[in-house]
């Protein structure tokens, strides 16, 4: 006679449970605040919290892309919104450093530097962050240019977070390139957007604009520095 102390509705039950306490740890999943707060960057928290709340519905549409990976930041809380609904965040950059930190350059930083190569490298740092949010079977590295990543793109995109090289033709360009790959009702988000000169570069602004003035994206409210439009 079987002396075993648990029935097969004891399994059921148990199954249950175990299957409700993975559901609500997947949605109660929230982006990593104290590792983001170690990473490198130039991204507020708050601007990383907008980023994951719009990522969370923008992956449900489609796999999301950012361009400029730097250390991970933004990583961290795309991913984690990605990571939450099994989507994907392609994160492009070529780890070289941007014009303004390569050495003598005001965003500079020794610690970015590859001795053996003697140039700025940023993919080990960002491969650490990945690891530490695990989020490595989320983020798919593109460790080249936009332009060249773009070339044989055919997946449409839910999101598109431009935060790469500030030159008016690069920020330019990484709009052109990208934004017919935005599904209808998908998001394009900017970083560093200024208004006024004084408050820093005009680039992102005028390719802020640019944006709205095509009829193609309403626009919602910002988020210190990030422009979120989303296309209708
Ligand atoms: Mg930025």
Known sequence: MCVCPFDALDFRILELSLSTTYLLVVLTMKPDIELANQIKG?????????????ASKACKLGPCL??????????VFLGAACKQNNSILFSIDHHGGS?????????????????????????????????????EN???????????????????????????????????SDYKMWVDHIINGGYLLIHD??????????????????????????ELPMTRTLGVLQRV
């Open 66 to 75: 950012e361009i400029g990976s730097y250390c991970g930041k933004s990583a």
């Open 99 to 135: 014009e303004e930190q390569q050495p003598g350059e005001e965003y500079f930083d020794p610690d970015l530097m590859d001795p053996q190569t003697g140039r700025v490298d940023t993919f080990r740092a960002f491969r650490i962050t990945i690891e530490k949010a695990e989020l």
């Open 138 to 172: 989320t983020v798919v590295p593109l460790v080249c240019g936009s332009k060249t990543a773009v070339q044989s793109w055919a997946t449409p995109l839910g999101l598109v977070f431009i935060d790469g090289g500030h030159a008016y033709e690069t920020v330019y």
């Open 42 to 54: 130039f991204l507020e928290e708050e601007e990383g919290m907008r980023l994951f709340e719009i």
């Open 193 to 218: 957007i200024f208004e006024h000169p004084e408050d820093g570069g005009q680039a992102p602004f005028q390719v802020y604009q640019i944006a709205l003035n095509s009829g193609l994206f309403r």
